[in-house]
């Protein structure tokens, strides 16, 4: 059959529901878009090697072309979830509106695989002088397992890889890393007139979160990047609950916070300084205090400025690589020996949102670019 076009690819990925979420009752495989990708590519010509990374997730290596290096164009199969009755669209339907291209993962981010195609369905006939990989990872909106996966297994990929997140078609060889982290304190109930007869878990957790606004303080003090637009590392107090009534001291409390470092803040470092802080205060108000991430945290991500695929990048696009504040695979990549940049079509603002889009006039600028990227690293010769 002939390979359908680009819309039609469009159209078809984001037809295939493929959610992933925490909650279990939202998480949704994502086989169905991994198969479409995978028949596409195999049309094409790649080598198609689907990774089972646990029941119903599933990663896909295509391969066009054999031998060391080469470029691989990456990208995370799976969406967030979405309320359909905040749509003014079918969410699960490609469609029109005002010269844009709406529907779930137009821009965060299947359509970079549709492009992604389009842009080599023109070279496949030219001989590959080293060998371009096509990436689709599973779960990156909730645990990152596709990418951890890989990481873990620990096979080279290649010596550049591009991650087609929305960035407005600007590099990005910079983010910062994404911690959330919990703390639960377990005290003493008793009542409210007499201090002794209990230990207070609310009180301990005041202490905790003094500690924690000390800390802050320090690696803000410590640490500024005038890359991001916040400069500095941030610690959010997200929610807090404890206690149940006036009259009774306070028996459990528990807090939920968010870290973002910057490059070169190691998160062991991190915990363990935090740990170092709630231990006495545990003894000081005679209560126990668990403190554990609520997921493994993605790492902060820099590419060296002078690395070759990001003067490449630069020359292409005419912008100078930038840094953002959300988080991306590109760690994990990095891992596997691969020089890694965040550059695709899409623009952050309108992710995880009703009426998710991709400007049409992005489309053509983005193949252009793919195709650019790919004749440098996998057709042009490689000098001595």
Not at 61 to 81: E, F, I, Q, R
Not at 273 to 301: C, G, M, N, T
């Amino acid at each position: 059959m002939p390979l359908p076009t680009l819309q039609d690819q469009f159209a078809a990925l984001i037809a295939a529901p493929s959610v992933s979420c925490t909650q279990a009752d939202l998480d949704q495989s994502n086989e169905g878009v991994i198969e479409l990708l995978a028949t596409w590519l195999g049309d094409l010509g790649f080598v198609c090697d689907i990774q089972t990374v646990k029941p119903g997730k599933y990663n896909l290596l295509a391969t066009y072309g054999s031998g060391p290096g080469g470029l691989v164009l990456a990208g995370h199969s799976d969406t967030v979830p979405f309320d359909g009755k905040l749509w003014n669209t079918d969410p699960l339907k490609l469609t029109e509106v005002d010269g844009r291209w709406v529907g779930l993962g137009s821009c965060d981010m299947k359509g970079f695989f549709a492009l992604v195609i389009e842009a080599v369905r023109e070279l496949v006939g030219q001989p590959f002088r080293q060998p371009l990989l096509i990436l689709a990872t599973c779960d990156e909106e909730s645990s990152m397992s596709g990418a951890k996966a890989l990481a873990a297994a620990g096979r080279p990929l290649g010596r550049a890889a591009v991650i087609g997140e929305p960035t407005q078609l600007k590099p990005i060889r910079l983010h910062k890393g994404v911690m959330m982290e919990r703390i639960d304190i377990l005290g003493r109930s008793g009542h409210s007139s007499d201090p002794r007869l209990g230990h207070s878990a609310l009180e301990a957790m005041h202490g905790a979160i003094g500690e924690l606004m000390g800390l802050r303080k320090q690696w803000q003090r410590e640490y500024n990047n005038p890359q991001f637009s916040v400069p500095q590392p941030t610690l959010n107090f997200g929610c807090i609950h404890g206690g149940d009534n006036p009259n009774r001291i306070c028996g459990q409390c528990s807090m939920e916070f968010d870290l973002r470092p910057l490059p070169g803040m190691d998160p062991k470092v991190l915990r363990a300084a935090i740990r170092a802080k709630l231990e006495p205060l545990a003894e000081l108000h005679q209560v126990k205090i668990d403190y554990a991430p609520l997921f493994s945290e993605v790492p902060p991500f820099e590419q060296a400025a002078d690395a070759e695929l990001v003067r490449v990048a630069e020359r292409l696009t005419g912008h100078r690589a930038e840094a953002v504040a959300f988080g991306t695979e590109a760690p994990y990549f990095q891992r596997l020996g691969c020089e890694t940049l965040v550059l695709g079509p899409g623009d952050i603002a309108c992710a995880h949102q009703p009426g998710e889009y991709l400007e049409m006039s992005r489309l053509q600028p983005t193949v252009r670019l793919l195709r650019q990227l790919i004749e440098h690293y996998c057709l042009t010769p490689v000098s001595a």
